[in-house]
């Protein structure tokens, strides 16, 4: 009996780890905060077009612009979507999209998502450091925060 535990908890542990390390950029998130449902939350080297991540990572170079892509289920028409990016308590940038210019106009939508894009220049070379964070809210609620670092 206690052998057969043991390679369970081995098993999920490899599971777990597995999991953990092959993430990129990506964060799944799946959180819903006034009907607003967060499918994922990427960091990137760029954007595309639609604001859809380009190869995801969470290591940036101190001259890199931090890139964030945010998958929004379905088309929201009402509610707010803010972003803040954090070198430890310090706040270095926000910005807010309202769903409801966003997605204005748009009389039928089946199956679409909505991806919102955060991006941060650097004014001057980021310091090398792992106290970075991109903080995501919908309508002041907080959704969750997203760690990245900068490296040599």
Known sequence: MK??????????????????ACGGGTTSSGTTVSGITIKSVTLAENLNADYQAVNPKTQFKPTDTIYVSV???????????????YYGD???SEATLDFST????????????????????????????????????????KVGDYAYSVIQ
């Open 102 to 141: 966003v997605n204005q106009g748009v009389i039928i939508s089946i199956g679409e998502d909505t991806f919102a894009g955060f991006n941060l220049p650097p004014g001057q070379p980021w310091p090398v450091d792992t106290g970075y964070r991109f903080e995501l809210t919908i309508n002041g609620t």
């Open 90 to 92: 310090q706040l270095i």
């Open 3 to 20: 052998k057969k535990t043991l390679v369970l908890v081995c098993a999920a542990l490899v599971v777990i780890l597995a999991v953990t």
């Open 71 to 85: 998958d929004v289920a379905d088309r929201p028409t009402t509610g707010t979507l803010n972003g803040k990016f």
